[in-house]
């Protein structure tokens, strides 16, 4: 199949493009980036340089048209200007977030201008959304916060275990969750051995998006309280959830929920009783990692996620819904280990 990547001079897009060249189904047959137009791809993204003389083409409909499967990797906003000229026909997976919400009350919220529409939300993962990603032609990737907090959440709110209405979560991100423009709050010498929260108090745009995946799963209202924080780290996620238990319940009852609701999932492990997700476990791999505990003193379940979020919580997740869209073993061109230290 012909591939085309949208945006590829970013983070998400520049690891689209190391995970896509080794695919035995996928061809990239065009690479568009905007402002880089012309530029080697190798000069953007070092680690490519088995690209060679290759160069970022322009961002042009008509070659968008030419491709059976597009992935668009844009700030959010701009993805729907242009799949508006797309041919219905061409297969897409967009990793911003234009079509993520059902809410255009929340759209306009969050992200402001107009509400695109929604697509098939890709979090494979979750009970019964696997068919419907593989029965959809145009998925709308999950943010990497929702990810992995949605994943953490899911298998409490499916049990009716925790009080949904009470869900608080902190959790940091590398930064190449913020892109590659250029800013002072990102520089080496503003976030070397620092930690800095940001968008906290309600504010965070992912915040809806979490709340209406989970309540697909419980039927009901789903309140976050989302803080997030920014680690002197290029990528990766580590997110720790909290909720009011609504039942009697130990570590022990709680990790057999998460074992049995995951259970045959390559892609999402329940560490071992001993162990403690990390950022560096699960870089470069499309996984998450998570530990379920029961704090009875202060009777909430808590539970520990960590996903890389160039990977699980952006292109390797995006390969993933392609994959199904497009009648492959979901896992093809994907490995769930991570590099390690």
């Not at 049990?159 to 590659?180: E, F, K, M, N, W």
């Amino acid at each position: 199949m012909k591939i085309g990547i949208v945006g590829a001079s970013g983070c998400s897009g520049g690891e689209l493009l190391r995970l896509l060249h080794a695919h035995p189904f996928f061809e990239t047959a065009y690479i568009a980036a905007g402002a880089q137009a012309g530029a080697l791809i190798s000069d953007v993204h070092p680690q490519l340089a088995s690209f060679g003389a290759r160069s970022f083409e322009a961002t042009d409909i008509s070659r968008m048209n030419e491709c059976d499967l597009l992935f668009f990797a844009l700030p959010h906003g701009e993805s729907a200007k242009l799949i508006a000229g797309v041919n219905p026909k061409i297969k897409i997976i967009d990793l911003g977030a234009d079509f993520r919400l059902k809410s255009s009350l929340s759209w306009e919220k969050y992200y402001g201008g107009k509400h695109a529409g929604t697509w098939e939300y890709g979090l494979p993962e979750i009970a019964g959304q696997r068919e419907k990603i593989a029965a959809s032609s145009r998925i709308a990737n999950p943010g990497c916060y929702a990810t992995a907090i949605a994943l953490a959440s899911a298998p409490a709110v499916a049990q009716g275990l925790i009080d949904a209405q009470d869900i608080v979560v902190v959790a940091a991100s590398g930064t190449t969750g913020a892109g590659r423009k250029a800013s002072t709050s990102l520089l080496a010498s503003e976030i070397m051995g620092s930690l800095t929260s940001y968008k906290f108090g309600g504010v965070h745009q992912h915040i809806p998006e979490i709340e209406e995946s989970l309540s697909n799963i419980s039927g009901g209202t789903v309140n976050l309280s989302f803080t997030p924080i920014l680690a002197p780290m290029p990528r990766g996620i580590l997110a720790t959830v909290t909720a009011k238990l609504l039942q009697p319940l130990d570590t022990k009852s709680a990790r057999e929920v998460y074992r049995k609701y995951y259970a045959g999932q390559e892609f999402v492990t329940l560490l071992s009783d001993v162990a403690l997700p990390r950022t560096s476990a699960v870089i470069g791999g499309n996984s998450v990692h998570l530990q379920v505990a029961v704090d009875l003193h202060a009777n909430r379940l808590i539970i520990s996620a960590a996903l890389d979020n160039l990977g699980k919580g952006a292109s390797s997740q995006a390969i993933q819904n392609a994959n199904l869209i497009c009648g492959l073993p979901e896992n093809t061109g994907l490995i769930a280990l991570g590099v390690g230290a």
